[in-house]
C-alpha cells in the first residue's frame, strides 16, 4: 500500500474539507512519491489547509491547482461539480483523469461532461466519512477498508480506470465498479434515506411542544444519540445529495414508508410475531454489517477518535 503509484505523479484535490483534506494526508502517508495541490474557495480554508499540511501546494486558484495533474478530484458539493469543472476546464493537462468524491453519481456524471467535453471522467464515491467537516476534520486512515464505488461507462478507457482504481487501492480502499444508476439506487438505502430519517426523527422530537429542548438533550438514549450525530453531518452537502439523487431517493423512501406502515400495523394489532421476526432479521444484517469490516462492535462503535 505503500508503493508509488505508476503514471500518477501529481493529484489536485479542489475542495479541502473532510474528504479532500483526509485525500491529501493519505496520499502523504501511501503514496510518498506523488505530490499533491490543493484548493478551496473559501481563503480561510485554504489558510488552515496550508498549515495541516493537507496538499503540497495550496493554490488561490482552482485553475493553478490542477496545471499538470495527472488526476483531479474534486471534493465540493453534488450541487457545485458543475461550476468547480468549469473553473478548470481550460487548465487540464491532456490525459489528466477528473474524478470526484460525491454522494450521488448520474447527476454528477451529466454535471462533469456538461462543463469537460472531451474529458476523461471517472466518477467515484468514497463510502467513508464522519459528522464532521472542514480542514480540520481529515485523517490519512479514513478510507482504510471502506470501500470506494468507481462508476465507469461504456466509453471509459480501460487503462485510465484501472489507474483510478490502484490510487484508491493504494489508500487502503475496498474498490467496487457499477454503474451510475445502480450506485444511486443502492446509495438512496445505504445512506440517503437514514440521514433523511435521522434529520426527520431529531427536527420532530425538538419540536414537541411538551417536550423542550432542553429535556430532548438531557434524556437522550443511545438510539436518539445516533440520530443526532447523523443529523450533524454537513447540510449544504445534503440538500444536494437530495436534490441530485431524488428519484432514487423518492423511490426507497416509498418502499420505506410501505414497510413503516407495516410496523405501524403490527403494533396497533398486537402482533408480536410479526415484531419479532422483522428485528430479528435487521439484527441478521447489523451482525454481517459487522462481520465485513464497516462497523464495529463495541459501545462507542469505534467513534470516540474519527468516527465512521
Known amino acids: 500500500m505503500n508503493q508509488p503509484l505508476a503514471c500518477v505523479e501529481r493529484v489536485a484535490i479542489i475542495g479541502l474539507g473532510l474528504l479532500g483534506g483526509s485525500i491529501g494526508l493519505a496520499i502523504a502517508e501511501h503514496l510518498p512519491g506523488v505530490t499533491t495541490a490543493g484548493y478551496d474557495a473559501d481563503p480561510a480554508v485554504r489558510t488552515r489547509a496550508a498549515e495541516r499540511g493537507l496538499a503540497n501546494d495550496i493554490c488561490d486558484t482552482a485553475a493553478g491547482a490542477v496545471a499538470g495533474a495527472d488526476l483531479v478530484i474534486l471534493c465540493v458539493p453534488v450541487g457545485a461539480m458543475g461550476a468547480a469543472a468549469g473553473e478548470i476546464a481550460?487548465?487540464?493537462a491532456p490525459g489528466c483523469i477528473v474524478s470526484d468524491v460525491g454522494s450521488s453519481k448520474q447527476s454528477v456524471k451529466?454535471?462533469?461532461?456538461?462543463?469537460?467535453?472531451g474529458a476523461t471522467i471517472i466518477p467515484a464515491h468514497p463510502v467513508a466519512g464522519t459528522e464532521h467537516s472542514g480542514p480540520d476534520a481529515g485523517f490519512?486512515?479514513?478510507f482504510h477498508n471502506r470501500w470506494?464505488?468507481?462508476t465507469p461507462d461504456d466509453q471509459t478507457d480501460p487503462r485510465q480506470l484501472t489507474r483510478l482504481v490502484a490510487f484508491w487501492e493504494a489508500l487502503g480502499a475496498n474498490v467496487?465498479?457499477?454503474s451510475a444508476e445502480h450506485h444511486d439506487l443502492v446509495l438512496a438505502v445505504?445512506?440517503?434515506i437514514p440521514h433523511l430519517i435521522a434529520y426527520t426523527i431529531v427536527g420532530t422530537a425538538s419540536d414537541l411542544e411538551e417536550v423542550t429542548q432542553s429535556e430532548v438533550i438531557k434524556y437522550s438514549a443511545g438510539g436518539f444519540r445516533d440520530f443526532t450525530r447523523i443529523a450533524a453531518s454537513d447540510p449544504v452537502m445534503w440538500r444536494d445529495v437530495f436534490l441530485s439523487n431524488r428519484d432514487a431517493v423518492l423511490e426507497m423512501l416509498g418502499r420505506f414508508t410501505e414497510d413503516l406502515?407495516?410496523?405501524q400495523r403490527a403494533i396497533r394489532s398486537g402482533d408480536g410475531d410479526a415484531l419479532f421476526d422483522a428485528f430479528t432479521r435487521t439484527r441478521a444484517i447489523r451482525r454481517s454489517i459487522i462481520e465485513q469490516g464497516q462497523d464495529d462492535a463495541r459501545p462507542d462503535f469505534g467513534r470516540s477518535d474519527h468516527g465512521d
Do not use: G
Open 190 to 192: 445505504t445512506s440517503h
Open 110 to 117: 451529466e454535471a462533469l461532461h456538461r462543463a469537460l467535453p
Open 140 to 142: 490519512s486512515s479514513l
Open 261 to 263: 406502515t407495516a410496523l
Open 176 to 178: 467496487e465498479l457499477m
Open 90 to 92: 481550460a487548465s487540464l
Open 148 to 150: 470506494c464505488i468507481v
